[in-house]
């Protein structure tokens, strides 16, 4: 058999995994490594068997790309080191245009604390339906996600386990998924405030704001305690 007909094979393989929105038996397992930060913590990191991971890139570069194109525009970035420093020029230069012109400026980033865990997969597929994200495509990553996992940390391998929640993180439709459950949070902050700046970045989002001189209001955190 020549390489053009096991791409066909494979192809085919991809296609009717799509179709009945299952992954086969036999590619029933992720892995989650947990990698150590530089700071502190642990970054998991999800690894599929290698079909799911050829299949998870190549539907997230044919569709998962140009339909991103479609959605409405609240200030998404990428996710390079690049789209990050970008991020902080921005915000390093209106801090200094507002100070040329006699203005404040404010900035609020939001780290949304364990996103990706906590993402609950009936409100991602409202989002999808109304966003019109693919819905043969979204069940098929329903059921990626609900690969029995084991989680790795050096040497250590945990019991299986089912999540029935979150997206897995190092998946190609990782970004996207994200994308998708903030969307609407998101566009009602935009309109209820039409003139503040947005940035995001997964899930890490960025408001910012100026406005003439008592303006900008200053907002403290409660503590723990409160």
Same mark, same amino acid.
Do not use: C, N
């Given at each position: 058999m020549c390489i053009r007909?096991?791409? #066909?094979?494979?192809?085919?393989?991809?296609?009717? +995994?799509?179709?009945?929105?299952?992954?086969?038996? %036999?590619? +029933?397992l992720l892995i989650i490594h947990l990698i150590p #930060? %530089?700071?502190s913590g642990e970054r998991p990191i999800g690894v599929f068997a290698t079909l799911l991971r050829i299949a998870s890139r190549w539907f997230r570069t044919s569709y998962g790309a140009p339909w991103a194109e479609t959605l409405p525009q609240v200030g998404w970035a990428?996710? %390079?080191? +690049?789209s990050v420093e970008a991020a902080v020029w921005v915000r390093a230069a209106l801090s200094e245009y507002c100070t040329l012109e006699g203005r404040e400026s404010a900035t609020t980033l939001l780290d949304i604390s #364990?996103?990706?865990?906590? *993402?609950?997969r009936s409100l991602l597929w409202e989002s999808g339906v109304r966003?019109?994200?693919?819905?043969?495509?979204?069940?098929?990553?329903?059921?990626?996600?609900? *690969?029995p996992r084991r989680i790795q940390f050096l040497r250590a391998l945990s019991n299986e386990a089912v999540a029935t929640r979150s997206i897995v993180p190092g998946d190609s439709f990782a970004d996207l998924m994200m994308r998708l459950i903030l969307l609407p949070t998101l566009l009602l902050v935009r309109a209820s405030f039409p003139k503040v700046l947005l940035g995001v970045i997964v899930d890490d989002v960025?408001?910012?704001?100026?406005?003439? *001189?008592?303006s900008c209001l200053l907002y403290t955190s409660p %503590?723990?305690?409160?």
């Open positions: 007909d096991r791409v #066909k094979q494979l192809i085919a393989i991809l296609f009717w +995994m799509i179709g009945i929105g299952q992954v086969p038996s %036999s590619f +029933m #930060k %530089s700071a990428g996710t %390079s080191r +690049m #364990k996103a990706f865990e906590r *993402v609950i966003f019109g994200f693919h819905l043969g495509l979204l069940r098929w990553i329903f059921a990626l996600y609900a *690969v960025q408001i910012l704001s100026h406005g003439p *001189v008592g %503590s723990p305690r409160d």
